[in-house]
């Protein structure tokens, strides 16, 4: 059902490079992510329960293409990216209802789910690094973040630093850590739950 353009590889890979030089303290990574990080991220979802998904900062669309794979026709994928030219790729690159396309912060998570009548999120994954971001913003969106995850949902942080360990540990009761080795940088994950 993923539905996607003629948006090239070749092409995803210079816009993401061109915009790492651009604002490398908003991607922490020159290149995409890996296909073994993305399934060794998206391997601990529970892809039957799962209704209502999210990803913040979803770049060229590595992880939006494998989520809307894997799940249901009849689930939900939020995706929230702040750069225009991220966005503009991906709503060129993807024609999926079950796909929103959202030009926001992650930090607006709690009213734009609200304005769709989407009452909390299942799964919620995160590659926006915390660790450069202003302290302010990173608890404004992990606050917000907590108040949408619906009782034994997930949210799961990939990261190249565990500097945020300590504000995750802070706000989920479950915090399980995982590390893949085979993506450029090395990614360490956080799975949580409240």
């Known amino acids: 059902m993923v539905l996607e353009s003629g948006v090239t590889r070749g092409e995803q890979v210079r816009i993401f490079a061109k915009n790492f030089f651009k604002h490398p303290r908003m991607l922490g990574s020159l290149i995409p ?3 073994f990080l993305i399934d060794e991220v998206l391997g601990g979802v529970d892809w039957k329960s799962v209704r209502v998904f999210v990803e913040y ?3 060229v669309g ?3 293409t494998e989520i809307l794979r894997r799940m249901s026709p009849q ?3 939020v995706v929230f990216e702040t750069n225009r030219e991220f966005v503009e790729l991906l709503r060129r690159k993807y024609d999926d209802p079950r796909l929103t396309i959202v030009h926001s912060s992650a930090g607006d998570v709690e ?3 609200s304005r769709m009548d989407l009452k909390s999120a299942d799964c919620i994954i995160s590659g ?3 660790s450069t971001m202003p ?3 990173r608890k404004t969106i992990l606050d917000k973040t907590r108040a949408v995850i619906k009782p034994g949902g997930q949210f799961i942080v990939y990261q190249f630093s565990a500097e945020v360990l300590s504000h995750l540990r802070s706000r989920f009761r479950v915090v399980q850590q995982d590390f893949e080795l085979l993506n450029i940088l090395p ?3 956080f799975r949580c739950q409240l």
Request: proline share 12%; aromatic share 8%.
């Open 128 to 130: 926006i690094p915390f």
């Open 33 to 35: 992510s890996s296909r």
């Open 62 to 64: 590595s992880f939006t």
């Open 135 to 137: 302290p302010e913003v």
């Open 111 to 113: 009213r734009v789910l």
């Open 75 to 77: 689930a939900s994928l």
């Open 187 to 189: 990614a360490r994950i």
């Open 57 to 59: 900062g979803p770049g």
